[in-house]
């Protein structure tokens, strides 16, 4: 393991990256068997537990569980809550509901984490839009990474898709992170701000990127639980994220089950500049 000189920002081997791959593909097989299993009527205890097996027939382990005292293998976000929705025997999904599932996982040391939103059974066209305008964000936003680029050209392309598809607030008290021997690495990677600022991005590198759009008011609100992040106005959240590594050719998910083929259609879709560069792995 290096740092990158004069940025503090931890540099991966090619077998480390390997390593993140294998830990990601986990993540991405979590979130597949997690988002298959959100009917109505579930328990988001049970979803926790379908994570948990998930993990360990991998032979992983879940980065969250135990991760600064919390109490759960995967983050289970509905409606309001944006993220770090604590998983409970006694909260049930319903149809209609708005769903963010975060996962992350452990090989060898190292780090995968990623999450994405979901409608429980038929939910209403302004819910379906908001999930679709967060998810062409963060392909945005990773269209936009490439060894030599700053850190907040990802955050200016993750703000300008956002403007692109509506009035939505971009959440400015959570951010997206380095990743790779820790799950939450610094520096931060915000989801707004004017491009050209931060850091070089380096090969080797590796970052999670992660928007979260509410369909009001950006500002939020802890429970008291001192973990679940809900919108301070009661609005609908969703949330995405895949770590993603710097490479020669460009950015490699690691997260994806399906190499990137679903990610770069949506980036299409939303005329994402950039996207088609990503390696596919």
Sequence with gaps: MLLSRGSGI???????????????????????????????GIST????????????????KPSFLGYQGYPATICTSINDQIVHG???KRQRLAAGDVLSIDAGAIVAGWHGDAAVTIGVGEISAEAAALIAACERALWAGIGAVAA???????????ESSAAASGRYGIVQDY???????????DPPVPNYGRPGRGPVLTEGMAMAIEPMLVLGDRHTRLLADDWTVVTADGSLAAHFEHTVAITADGPRVLTTLDGGE????????????????????
Aim: glycine letters at 10%; hydrophobic letters at 50%.
């Design 148 to 158: 030599g680029r700053r850190l907040t050209d990802v955050s200016h392309a993750i």
């Design 86 to 88: 604590i998983p409970d």
């Design 262 to 281: 679903s990610g770069a259609s949506v980036a299409a879709r939303a005329g994402a500049a950039g996207v088609n560069s990503a390696r596919r792995t």
């Design 175 to 185: 951010t997206g992170h380095f990743i790779g021997s820790a799950m939450h690495m």
């Design 10 to 40: 931890e540099i991966k081997t090619p077998s480390q990256f390997a390593a993140m791959r294998e830990a990601g593909l986990v993540v991405a097989q979590t979130l597949s068997a997690v988002a298959a299993a959100a009917e109505p």
């Design 45 to 60: 205890a049970e979803l926790d537990a379908i994570a948990a097996g998930v993990i360990r027939s991998a032979g992983a």
